[in-house]
């Protein structure tokens, strides 16, 4: 948190704080989808059960994508402090 109260406010702050926001997106329609299946009844479980293992790829995909642009975002904003 140190290192974001540093920051001036810049195009480079503002990226990283969208991709931060699109991290926690990402992150809270996974808890969503988890929190949905838990809520089913039994038999909605087990036919939910059966997740697709594209959907779990695509998810890991987006976050790594995110994480690359986070880490790129960080990285601009770093040089700017220094």
């Known amino acids: 948190m140190q290192f974001r109260q540093r920051l001036s406010k810049t195009q480079a702050t503002t990226n990283f704080e969208n991709q931060l926001i699109e991290l926690h997106v990402l992150l809270f329609e996974f808890l969503a989808s988890v929190m949905s299946f838990l809520g089913a009844r039994g038999a909605q479980r087990a036919f939910k059960a059966v997740w697709n293992p594209e959907d779990f790829a695509s998810f890991e995909s ?13 990285s601009n904003c770093d040089r700017e402090v220094l």
């Open 62 to 74: 987006k976050c790594d994508q995110v994480a690359t642009k986070i880490e790129i975002e960080a």
